[in-house]
């Protein structure tokens, strides 16, 4: 079975503090996702990494960095956290795009 | 831009109900749909992926269906349990160079017991 991951199920930050995320897929897939959560607003994509040290971004790639120095692993970064980064934070991995995409089980993060 | 939508937000049926989730989109030109379960407060589970060239896919008691053209998929779920509670999103995949998947809101599923 395919495993993603996710470092951190719930974090609670403090307004201005660097966050990282981190999300590890042990399945060789090629892309990885960040997806932010919120009620009334759906998945959200916020950046996407097609290949190691490749990226894209998402819809909604303000206040937020990603990392992939390793195929396996994908972190999100929050520069400078704000409380209107408080959300649910899923992971996602693929081996093709097109093929079936398999989610972490979330980070809940409150930013304060 | 791809919309995705699924009516109704909410629904509960009794248990051991046959029932139908559905889904639409506005571009039909796609590469895949996928159908997800989320369970509260965790991530997303793959249920099944039906490729653009198929009409439908089975899983046990889960049957998905795609009609492209109309824009339409349904999800039909067989002798409903109460396990079967959660909440089920559909996500649509553009053709082409399009690399993201596209959500709906989802359809929160209540089987009373």
């Known amino acids: 079975d395919v495993k993603v991951t996710q470092s951190s199920r719930y974090l609670v930050k403090r307004t201005g503090e660097k966050v990282f995320l981190e999300c590890v897929q042990d399945?060789?897939?090629?892309?990885m996702f960040w997806y932010r959560q919120d009620p009334g607003l759906g998945l959200r994509l916020i950046y996407f990494?097609?290949?190691?040290?490749?990226?894209e971004k998402g819809d909604i790639p303000e206040g937020y960095s990603v990392s992939r120095e390793k195929k396996e692993r994908f972190s999100l970064i929050l520069e400078s956290a704000s409380t209107n980064q408080t959300s649910m934070y899923l992971c996602?991995?693929?081996?093709?795009?097109?093929?079936?995409?398999?989610f972490g089980e979330g980070s809940w993060l409150t930013v304060v | 831009k791809q919309e995705v939508t699924q009516i109704p937000a909410a629904l509960s049926v009794p248990e051991g109900e046959n029932l139908v989730l559905n889904c639409s989109f506005t571009d039909s030109a796609i590469y895949n749909l996928q159908w997800f379960r989320q369970d509260p407060g965790k991530g997303l589970t793959s249920l099944l992926l039906?490729?653009?060239?198929?009409r439908e896919q089975t899983s046990g008691r889960l049957n998905a269906s795609l009609d492209k053209s109309s824009g339409r998929s349904t999800l039909y779920i067989a002798a409903s349990q109460p396990g079967d509670s959660a909440t089920y999103l559909c996500a649509v995949k553009g053709s082409g160079s399009a690399r993201q998947l596209t959500f709906g809101s989802g359809t929160q599923l209540t089987v009373l017991p």
């Open positions: 990494s097609y290949d190691v040290k490749m990226k």
């Open positions: 996602a991995s693929s081996f093709f795009l097109g093929n079936t995409i398999y």
């Open positions: 399945m060789d897939h090629e892309n």
């Open positions: 039906i490729q653009s060239s198929q």
